[in-house]
């Protein structure tokens, strides 16, 4: 886009707006420049009420709407003016013919679709809500920004006054060509999220296009390395999370802060009880339900305080006071909560470098949306894992059956497992996480290192894998898992089954006097 100052005057406007915001001051700034104003339905009666002067498109077209008012614009003399080139001798003939005046502004907002769908309408009344006159005006606005200025958004009235002050009732061709852009982006999204809604509809077929709504929320640093350039898009939905959250101080959000962040804030809303966790590169370093938030803290930091350092802390409780002392001794890069007391946010003003985020309230870790990830040359769009296992789902396979202690610590790290990277084994107890290891390429070296890191082998720390229950994402293939498990003093094991050497796993574990669950249910995380 080069900076091209050519200036067209503006002279006469058509108006049609659902979003009324600031319409009243930018149309009274447009009167006081002598603009003629044009104008239909809701949007003329709000002017007229104003006391401000403007002509009806039907008595300019003499014709009225018709079809309950599904065609008022859509006329030769509206688009004749919109798309008429000014430097086209044949054009300008043929407008006079027509007795077709210029349109030099146009200033449209669409139906709220997106809001009737998000409101659960009926059929219908979505229908009803796709605009299709608004959508035409502004794509040939748009098209014909050498001569058009396009506006599709209130914030822009600001910057169009400006341009005309400063250019004697005109505009720039440098700002009409950026109007324009944001003007086919509106269409763009407005579109997408039409064909998405329709697309929908079949819930047997996958939709055979998938348009993609999102809008840039912050330009990055870099990506998660520094030679690599970053953005970051919201996509539109309403579930909260750091796309959606408040940042209420700290330095601006890395490509890797906010991974990580999304990660730990789904993992924590996954428990009603209060929960922390504690994330670093996408895996919890610690994880605790207790029957406070501040104990919660406290036992999440003693599963790898090492690892924790400089980590993502994610609450699933608002921060008061006492937690944010706590948090205050602790170096963290964020903090996600879903709000936080004004007390808490002046002691935690100290450490400025700290990201806090309030995102206002919890996603629903049930709620069947979707995950997108690229690669070479396509995409892979999937559920999101809303998979959960209750006690009554359970099934033990071994002669030792789990205590009612037992299954509580068994679903706790279970769930904790669905948000640690695969292959991943959790060591739980009393509902906090002791050992974790995520990521490898061998489940049994996954539990080697869950074990170590709860102290099993390791002459400078307490076992507290003693006494614990491990969870697996995915069966055993072999029996080596378990017994590593089992060396490290677990007294209960869960795992979704369904190997071909199960029951040669369910042996060891009978051998060892250690009770076996299996779910039924994987929950690999790549």
């Not at 579109?191 to 993609?212: A, V």
Request: hydrophobic share 40%; net charge neutral; with cysteine.
């Amino acid at each position: 886009m080069t900076k091209n100052f050519q200036v067209k005057k503006i002279k006469r406007a058509l108006i049609s707006v659902y979003d009324k915001t600031e319409l009243i001051p930018f149309c009274e700034f447009l009167s006081s420049q002598g603009v003629e104003i044009l104008s239909t339905g809701g949007t003329s009666s709000a002017i007229k009420n104003a006391g401000l002067k403007i002509t009806e498109v039907s008595d300019y077209t003499l014709s009225p709407e018709i079809l309950g008012g599904r065609v008022k614009t859509l006329h030769p003399m509206i688009h004749g003016g919109i798309l008429a080139k000014r430097s086209d001798s044949e054009h300008i003939e043929e407008m006079k013919r027509q007795n077709i005046l210029p349109i030099d502004l146009v200033v449209v907002n669409l139906y709220p679709f997106k809001k009737t769908i998000d409101s659960q309408a009926d059929f219908n009344e979505c229908i009803e809500n796709i605009d299709i006159g608004g959508p035409t005006m502004i794509r040939a606005a748009a098209k014909n920004y050498m001569d058009v200025t396009i506006i599709v958004q209130p914030s822009d009235y600001k910057f169009v006054k400006d341009e005309m002050l400063m250019n004697n009732g005109g505009v720039s061709r440098y700002f009409r060509e950026k109007l324009a852009v944001s003007a086919f982006s509106h269409t763009a999204e407005y579109d997408g999220i039409i064909s998405n809604w329709f697309q929908s509809q079949d819930t047997e077929n996958p939709p055979k296009q998938l348009n993609i709504v999102a809008k840039l929320r912050q330009k990055l640093r870099y990506g998660e390395n520094p030679h690599l350039s970053a953005t970051f898009y919201h996509d539109g939905t309403n579930r909260a999370g750091v796309a959606t959250a408040k940042q209420l101080q700290g330095k601006e959000l890395s490509y890797n802060n906010i991974n990580d962040t999304d990660s730990a804030f789904e993992l924590v809303a996954e428990f009603d009880t209060p929960t922390v966790a504690i994330v670093k590169h996408a895996n919890p370093c610690g994880v605790s339900s207790a029957e406070n938030i501040d104990d919660a803290f406290n036992k999440a930091l003693e599963c790898d305080p090492v690892s924790a350092y400089g980590g993502i802390i994610a609450l699933n409780r608002n921060v008061d006071t006492k937690i944010s002392e706590l948090i205050k001794n602790h170096f963290a890069e964020v903090l996600i909560a879903p709000k936080i007391d004004p007390q808490a946010l002046e002691i935690l003003s100290s450490k400025k470098n700290l990201r806090i985020l309030i995102t206002g309230e919890l996603p629903n870790p049930k709620s069947k949306n979707t995950m997108l990830r690229s690669v070479s040359g396509g995409l892979l769009i999937q559920d999101r894992d809303f998979g959960s296992v209750l006690p009554e789902n359970l099934e033990t396979v071994t002669k030792c059956k789990p205590s009612d202690d037992e299954i509580k610590d068994l679903i706790f790290a279970f769930k904790v497992c669905k948000h640690t990277k695969s292959n991943a084994i959790v060591y739980a107890k009393n509902e906090s996480t002791v050992g974790i290891g995520a990521g490898q390429m061998s489940r049994v070296d996954s539990s080697k290192i869950a074990a170590w890191k709860a102290g099993h082998g390791n002459s400078t720390q307490n076992n507290k894998a003693a006494g614990s229950v491990v969870a697996s994402d995915a069966f055993f293939p072999f029996a080596d898992g378990l017994l590593a498990a089992a060396e490290a003093g677990v007294t209960a094991v869960i795992q979704p089954g369904g190997s071909m050497r199960d029951k040669e796993v369910i042996e060891a574990a009978n051998e060892r006097n250690i009770s076996m669950v299996f779910t039924g249910l994987r929950h690999f995380r790549h």
